[in-house]
């Protein structure tokens, strides 16, 4: 029930695609989805979250789209860019059950792969 | 400023070495994280800190010991490591908020 199953294992679109990564997720106790990008040999780096009172989030070319009733979300790259090519993974966590730290429940990730 | 700094970027240690690993965040973040990283995998989370105080450790072997000096400052103490310890360490911090989590670069360890 801890797990958060993401989809797919890798992708290749080409430049201006909308290539589109998907999670799901069984503990409805969770409230916090964020996104991570990260670059080969980098840390990941926050992208975008969203909690689950709203049903989208939009920052520039990333979106979050988020149902709560069938316990999934999404990240959606607009216009994507050779430079958005990294490994993208999304993340659940339940802020209220720890005192002051949050622990991120992640998915396996997805290798991203934008072409010229 | 949203920076975790970690140092050394790369280490490479033998197995009966003793190295340490050192994170600094100065966003007044009370909460920071040690998380290892194999290659194609996502982050796992090692040890978590709240208030200085150890909060988590996800059954992590002895070879592996935190220390958060203070509130900014997080270690890493490494000895009697095995080859297959050898990945990408990443440190992160998360604010009042409880959520926003911030990684670090990381440090590449190889364990000869």
């Known amino acids: 029930q801890q797990q958060v199953k993401q989809s797919p294992q890798s992708l290749i679109v080409q430049k201006g695609g909308i290539p589109i990564i998907n999670c799901a997720y069984e503990?409805?106790?969770?409230?916090?989805f964020p996104w991570y990008q990260q670059f080969p040999g980098k840390g990941p780096a926050l992208l975008i979250a969203?909690?689950?009172?709203?049903s989208e989030k939009k920052e520039g070319r990333f979106t979050i789209s988020f149902n709560k009733s069938a316990k999934q979300f999404s990240l959606h790259i607009m216009d994507s860019q050779p430079g958005d090519s990294a490994t993208y993974f999304c993340?659940?966590?339940?802020?209220?059950?720890?005192?002051?730290?949050?622990?991120?429940?992640f998915g396996a990730g997805t290798r991203l792969a934008v072409h010229p | 400023d949203t920076e975790v700094t970690q140092t050394p970027k790369h280490l490479v240690m033998g197995m009966t070495n003793k190295k340490s690993l050192k994170c600094e965040q100065h966003?007044?973040?009370?909460?920071m994280y040690w998380y290892k990283q194999k290659a194609k995998k996502p982050p796992e989370l090692m040890f978590v800190?709240?208030?200085?105080?150890?909060?988590i450790n996800e059954s992590v072997p002895s070879r592996f010991s935190p220390e958060c000096p203070n509130s900014s400052l997080l270690n890493l103490h490494l000895h009697a490591l095995q080859p297959e310890d050898s990945a990408l360490y990443l440190c992160?911090?998360?604010?009042?908020?409880?959520?926003?989590?911030?990684f670090g670069p990381g440090t590449r360890l190889t364990v000869l």
């Open positions: 992160a911090s998360s604010g009042l908020a409880w959520d926003e989590q911030f």
């Open positions: 993340a659940a966590s339940n802020r209220g059950v720890n005192g002051g730290y949050n622990k991120l429940i």
């Open positions: 800190y709240s208030y200085e105080k150890l909060s």
């Open positions: 966003m007044g973040h009370r909460a």
């Open positions: 503990n409805t106790a969770f409230d916090y």
């Open positions: 969203i909690r689950p009172d709203v």
